[in-house]
């Protein structure tokens, strides 16, 4: 088999940076999704933002996977039911996270999903992971505690805390969706459609309990909030999602996943060029720490040539806010 590193075009002759550049453009999209959050959050707004989210984005996913919706199993259907729980629980964490911190913040600390999740998956198999990797982990938790002190040693701030409560929530759902026997052959389309059909179950049970409902959230939108609610249903979420199918049906997962792994990048030059933020000389120095970390982490915990096939969990819409 072909390695990754020997390939210069896809099947079909066609190019690889044809297709990896749209890829590129879904991790900057979800780098952006955390300034977009913030723009439109508040601690009295964030069920009703989500809950107006989903139902935006579930009709036309719902579209988009057509038949594939009939043909789920009533088992298949308990199972997406339980990872959309999953996932409502981990968007809570990260909006609400997102509100209490600075954009850029919120994009590094979620992306220590990525050693998280492998840790995770050594204790479930009883696997030991290896010295790089744990090297890399510790390079990240270092980054982490110098990007939450700014410019100065103080706590950090609750927003900071969500996120990494929301970086673990992640893992728990990557880790259900890839160890559920019910979904491991579900056609993708259908999974998702289950997952934003019970997120909007779960936002609309707790939208009476909020401070602001979401029609008072919509009517108060701005012409310019609007454009941002879409763009996290319509962009961060089903344009995604369809971009990660193509690529990974044109590439290989191994490939997608690390060109998506650029999202903390992205959240970090967004936060800071478009949102004005201002980590301070500490807290630059722990950006790069993570990014460095996180890459290492990724790349020590890479699959074998012959693992390409197999398939990704960053094939499910749940890499942003």
Same mark, same amino acid.
Request: charged share 10%; proline share 6%; aromatic share 2%.
């Given at each position: 088999m072909t390695t990754l590193t020997s390939r210069t075009a896809s099947p079909g002759n066609r190019p690889l940076w044809l297709i990896d550049v749209p890829v590129v453009l879904v991790a900057v999209v979800w780098g952006s999704s955390y300034l977009a959050a913030k723009e439109l959050a508040t601690g009295t707004t964030v069920i009703a933002l989500l809950l107006l989210r989903f139902v935006v984005a579930t009709p036309v996913m719902a579209v988009v996977?057509?038949?594939?919706?009939?043909?789920?199993?009533?088992?298949?259907? =308990?199972?997406?039911? *339980?990872?959309?729980?999953?996932?409502?629980?981990?968007?809570? #964490?990260?909006?609400?996270? *997102?509100?209490?911190?600075?954009?850029?913040?919120?994009? #590094?600390?979620i992306s220590l999903t990525m050693i998280f999740t492998p840790l995770?998956?050594? *204790? +479930?198999?009883?696997? !030991?992971?290896?010295?790089?990797?744990? %090297? +890399? =982990?510790a390079l990240s938790v270092t980054g982490v505690a110098l990007l939450t002190q700014g410019s100065g040693f103080t706590a950090p701030s609750s927003g900071d805390l969500l996120m990494l409560l929301a970086a673990v929530a992640r893992t728990v759902h990557v880790m259900a969706m890839s160890r559920m026997k019910a979904v491991r052959s579900t056609d993708s389309g259908a999974l998702t459609v289950v997952q934003f059909a019970t997120a909007v179950l779960v936002f609309a049970l707790a939208s009476p309990f909020a401070a602001v409902s979401p029609v008072d959230a919509a009517a108060a939108y701005s012409p310019q909030q609007w454009a941002a609610l879409l763009h996290l249903a319509l962009m961060c979420t089903l344009f995604a999602f369809f971009v990660q199918m193509w690529a990974v049906r044109r590439t290989s997962p191994s490939r997608v996943s690390l060109l998506l792994g650029t999202e903390p990048l992205w959240a970090a030059?967004?936060?800071?060029? *478009?949102?004005? /933020?201002?980590?301070?000389?500490?807290? =630059?120095? %722990?950006?790069?720490?993570?990014?460095?970390?996180?890459?290492?982490? !990724?790349?020590?915990? =890479?699959?074998?040539?012959?693992?390409? /096939?197999?398939? +990704?969990? +960053?094939?499910?819409?749940t890499g942003a806010v």
């Open positions: 996977a057509g038949r594939g919706i009939t043909r789920l199993s009533g088992r298949e259907v =308990a199972a997406g039911a *339980v990872l959309g729980i999953l996932l409502s629980g981990v968007l809570v #964490l990260e909006t609400f996270g *997102v509100v209490h911190t600075s954009a850029t913040n919120a994009g #590094l600390l995770a998956e050594g *204790v +479930a198999t009883r696997t !030991r992971p290896t010295g790089a990797f744990i %090297g +890399a =982990a030059v967004i936060g800071v060029a *478009v949102g004005g /933020d201002r980590p301070g000389p500490l807290g =630059a120095i %722990g950006a790069a720490l993570v990014l460095i970390g996180t890459t290492w982490g !990724r790349q020590a915990m =890479a699959p074998p040539a012959a693992a390409e /096939d197999r398939p +990704a969990a +960053a094939s499910q819409p």
